[in-house]
């Protein structure tokens, strides 16, 4: 056709530019001292950004001395809360609002005199299975202050120190190609992997131009020696590479596991928003296959999208599976009696997986949404956060800016169309901290929300969901957590 013919042209043109080591894609831009690519923004996205990046903009936070020693960092066993005074004869009672005074201090038991901590705070009671979280806010002199709405219990949790911060930042802005992403080129007896991502170092091998011609996200590849660039056979994970210096790897060792609104609670259980959409309980088959008769459900996004896929799947009776083994999918759900289609894919690069993944497979969220036709019967859901965390925020932003376009495309041609966002949760204690850790997570929460702000979208506040419950903070959250968050999703598509 004469689509095809088209993006073969520009695949020849764009061919152009791969053999010369240093030349990107025209309308690529480069940020000054560094070595990651982004697609350019239009002036009114420009401001946007920076807009956004000033809203998630975290305190200064100390220098580190090399070597330095632990004894002047925050530790959370020296450190205190205060609960202040309030309601008439300092009474209190369910439901008013409670303020709490964070001090932090060093290991040796001296008070901070600097902000920058990443600290979150709960209310809960295990007996009631009840919940909700805190907001905290930075005075930036080493107190913060808690509030609550007034329900049950409460803890404070450090999540990072503000040393740790300081070497997360220098992480993330000297070091965004830390997670090694290869791919494997194949043809006849030949062979070769090489290394690939968004932000790759510049030496004298030429480079292969893999952005994508209709978002225009950024990838790239060292060209094999021997082999053509067209000769990339699939994605797959390398690894990790962290350079750190004396000691930084301590401030890491204790770590707690979380930004806080006010969006909903635990009660027996059970998630109850405030305000929004009421949710109803879908708990057995019959319901949830009720509530999704008649409808087609598109699922994109990381691991934690694909969660709800398997919820789905495992409460589905009589449906008819066509699912790749390995855990990358593409899956899908058919249910022929009651006209039920779910499908799951994961989005494009960069992936940090442990699974080979052929390079037909690697596909973005937003070029997925242009081609869904939508209506009153879809539901396109999608959620992606956690695999873009150690690279820069740019990248991020304009990632979701490419997705959002997508969705407006979707709203303007099928208003009736349901979008469910899912925000990015608490990763909490993980081999990998150092470059998946929460405090990517906190300003990757609210990029999404100021992204989609405004737009005929549902969120799932993934972030209160996970931080509210009693359970243990993990990238993937356990079944009563999944549980709810489904609830959530059946009730805007089945609000009756």
């Not at 600290?119 to 509030?147: K, P, Q």
């Not at 997925?368 to 740019?394: K, R, S």
Request: glycine fraction near 6%; charged fraction near 20%; aromatic fraction near 10%.
């Amino acid at each position: 056709t004469f689509f095809s013919m088209l993006r073969s042209l520009q695949w020849i043109l764009l061919q152009c530019f791969i053999e010369w080591p240093s030349v990107y894609r025209p309308g690529l831009i480069k940020l000054p001292d560094n070595f990651c690519t982004f697609k350019p923004l239009s002036s009114a996205e420009a401001e946007e950004e920076r807009l956004i990046l000033e809203s998630i903009a975290w305190p200064e936070t100390p220098p580190l001395p090399a070597p330095f020693s632990l004894n002047q960092t925050s530790h959370a066993a020296h450190s205190t809360f205060t609960i202040l005074p309030g309601g008439v004869g300092d009474e209190r009672h369910v439901g008013d609002q409670l303020e709490v005074m964070i001090k932090m201090y060093d290991f040796q038991g001296n008070p901070k005199k600097s902000g920058g901590d990443a600290i979150v705070t709960r209310l809960h009671n295990r007996a009631l299975e009840a919940g909700v979280a805190g907001r905290v806010v930075d005075h930036l002199n080493g107190s913060y202050s808690a509030v609550f709405s007034l329900l049950w219990e409460g803890s404070v949790t450090l999540v990072h120190s503000s040393e740790a911060i300081t070497v997360l930042r220098r992480l993330n802005r000297e070091e965004p190609d830390r997670t090694i992403l290869k791919s494997l080129f194949h043809s006849g007896s030949i062979s070769e992997t090489t290394i690939c991502n968004i932000c790759l170092r510049q030496t004298n091998q030429p480079q292969c131009n893999y952005t994508d011609l209709r978002t225009g996200d950024p990838w790239f590849c060292y060209k094999p020696k021997k082999l053509s660039c067209d000769d990339r056979m699939n994605h797959m994970n390398g690894g990790m590479r962290i350079k750190l210096k004396a000691n930084e790897a301590n401030l890491f060792k204790s770590l707690g596991s979380g930004k806080s609104g006010l969006s909903g609670y635990y009660y027996q259980g059970v998630w109850r928003p405030l305000g929004g959409t009421k949710v109803y309980q879908f708990n057995n088959s019959s319901a949830i296959s009720q509530c999704l008769k008649g409808k087609v459900v598109h699922m994109y996004g990381d691991s934690t999208v694909r969660q709800w896929f398997e919820y789905l799947d495992a409460s589905l009776p009589g449906k008819i599976n066509r699912n790749n083994p390995k855990k990358s999918g593409p899956f899908m759900i058919w249910d022929n009696a009651k006209n039920i289609l779910v499908k799951f894919h994961l989005h494009g690069p960069p992936l940090s997986v442990s699974i080979h993944i052929p390079t037909s497979e690697l596909r973005y969220i937003a070029n997925e949404i242009d081609d869904v036709v939508g209506g009153t019967n879809t539901v396109v859901i999608f959620g992606i956060w956690a695999h873009l965390t150690p690279f820069p925020m740019q990248f991020y932003i304009r990632r979701l800016y490419g997705i959002r376009r997508a969705v407006i495309r979707l709203l303007n041609r099928a208003p009736d169309t349901l979008v469910v966002i899912r925000t990015p949760n608490l990763r909490g204690t993980n081999p990998y901290i150092f470059t998946f850790n929460d405090w990517y997570a906190i300003q990757q929460d609210k990029v999404v929300r100021a992204v989609f702000k405004g737009l005929n979208v549902q969120l799932v506040d993934a972030w209160e969901m996970v931080l509210a419950h009693h359970l243990p903070h993990y990238i993937h959250p356990p079944p009563p957590i999944i549980k709810n968050m489904v609830n959530i999703i059946l009730s805007h598509m089945c609000p009756q």
